[in-house]
């Protein structure tokens, strides 16, 4: 089945395309081939179009690789380009957040009532001193006041740092730390599954490690006993009970940063991806609008959580820019059971749906009567991203969840690259399951080989971006060798984006994974050297390898290779590991599989073999990778368990 799914090619339904911004495949490449012809031209025209300019820019980019500067000289704000902007037409009493809360509880904010609460609890900032160019870390589960608090920031110029609520305090005391942030914003806890996520304890613990942080802003959510140490911590209905709704956005330079979102590379070390104001803003409005063809009567729900840069790009910054309706859900997609998704999108009537594969293999899983039991009918176009979708999953979508008449977008993209790259545009280009289709109009992507040469058609190789975009990353907080290095050094004048891919003979891109050692688990990012270093860190651990495997329902899972320096290996002491590995870096980095040895197997330089590692996780029998440099070969046979 999967081998015709790849094959098979799926055109988008008649009625969508007419009705459609973009509405066929000449129609996209001739907006292709106009950004390609005169980028400047192209991307100047848009920013002008979709943002609020203070004070206009004198230039479209100035390039100075690997530095681009987009706008220049332009003042704009995205807090006024999200909320304000909308204030002077019709939207001003739409609904800009419907919000579902996992207990069951709702509510909508019209563009107007964001407006106020973002203005007030600016105000509310800026009375604890917050002032333009502070880093504020948002730990936060997905209520409304996460998106404010953001909105917030961005209106008086401060720069976000948010924190997914699973991190630990660990990981928050780090981030903090590498950022200097000033102020933290939480909430006493979040719901999941019924259960309350105790997120202030998490930053309590986090706080003791924050030197550079003076205040903590709590919002009350679950009503759980918290503590509160006066004259750090405030609640937040506190701060915006006298707090004015008057609160004009600062005119912000185009290049003023915007937020920084910590994300894993192939270093222990997290890396703080820099984004800035206009070119990000006008990135992540105009590839919403293209690649969910968005049409004000919809409702539109991105399934991400703002902790990830999909819910900045795809639930706050583009659609509220756009003028779009957002959902947000809080919780968990199987509570109070397996349905809930389906039972959101019957009850708010839900027209764009985007989540990731991870999901929808869940789901599968699940059983299909959960979804027939409700109502999908308002769907007209599914989204997918985070991970290569896999054709059965991308079939299953098509046929249980879209009834066959919705298109499905398969969106690549990064935390680097700010928005959308490559997807299909649902009225314009037949889709193959499994595949992203082509680049969007001003993004030039290239695959090319060792030597740096663009490889044939068919052939694997490095996905690189030849031309600077708006949306790309500005550099890496505080580290600009390591941006350097990472991204612009492989491939000369080239974004490596750290991908392995294939463009076959109808210009269609394919992507397999990544190229360092950065797992995908669900759609997140996960760097083995972090996971080996929390595991180094425990005194029973004397070295440790992880490696992904292949998994039905995450995509990959960690397994882990440990070799003790005291300790009994069973799994007393692996669940002992396990919650080492979660206290240090969060929940969604626990790994799968602990499994001890003697030894680990290393090149006679000393290097862990990490690809014959892989094949021993995947239990592969076969081992393919070449063994000649394996320093000893009996580690290789204990670790596959021939002997013992
Ligand atoms: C990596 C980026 C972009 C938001 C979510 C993840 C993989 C992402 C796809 C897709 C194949 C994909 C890539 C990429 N990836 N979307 N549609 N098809 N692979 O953001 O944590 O920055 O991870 O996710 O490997 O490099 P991220």
Known sequence: MAESAETSLFPPPEEFSQQARVKSLAEYEQLYAEA?????????????????WFEPFQEVLRWNEPYAEWFVGGKTNVSYNCVDQHLATWRRNKAAIIWEGEPGDTRTLTYQQLHDQVCRFANGLKSLGVDSGDVVSIYMPMVPELAIAMLACARIGAVHSVIFGGFSSEAIADRNQDASAKVVITADAGWRRGQQLPLKASVDDALEKSPTVKHCVVLRRCGNEVTMREGRDHWWHDLVEQASEDCPARPQ???DPLFILYTSGSTGKPKGIQHTTAGYNLFATQTFQWVFDHRDEDVYWCTADCGWITGHSYIVYGPLTAGATTLMYEGAPNWPDEGRFWDIVDKHKVNIFYTAPTAIRAFIKWGDEHVEKRDLSSLRMLGSVGEPINPAAWLWYHDKIGKGGCPIVDTWWQTETGGIMMSPL?????????SCTRPLPGVMPRIVDEEHNQVAAGEQGMLVITQPWPGMLRGIWGDPERYQKQYWSTV???YLAGDNAMCDEDGYYWIFGRLDDVLNVSGHRLSTTEIESALVSHPTVAEAAAVGRPDDLKGEAVAVFVTLS??????????????HVRAQIGAHATP????????????????IMRRLLRDIAAGKEEIAQDTSTLEDYSVLAKLRGDEE
Not at 36 to 52: K, M, N, S
């Open 36 to 52: 390609e012809r005169d980028p400047e031209g192209f991307w100047g025209r848009l920013a002008r179009q979709q943002l609020h």
């Open 253 to 255: 330079d185009s290049e």
């Open 426 to 434: 649902p009225g314009a280009t037949a889709t193959k399951p499994g």
């Open 492 to 494: 000369p004048n080239c």
């Open 566 to 579: 005291s300790g009994d290996p069973g799994e007393e002491l692996a669940g002992v590991l396990r919650k």
């Open 592 to 607: 799968d599989e602990i499994r001890f040895s003697a030894a680990l197997p290393k090149t006679r330089s000393g290097k």
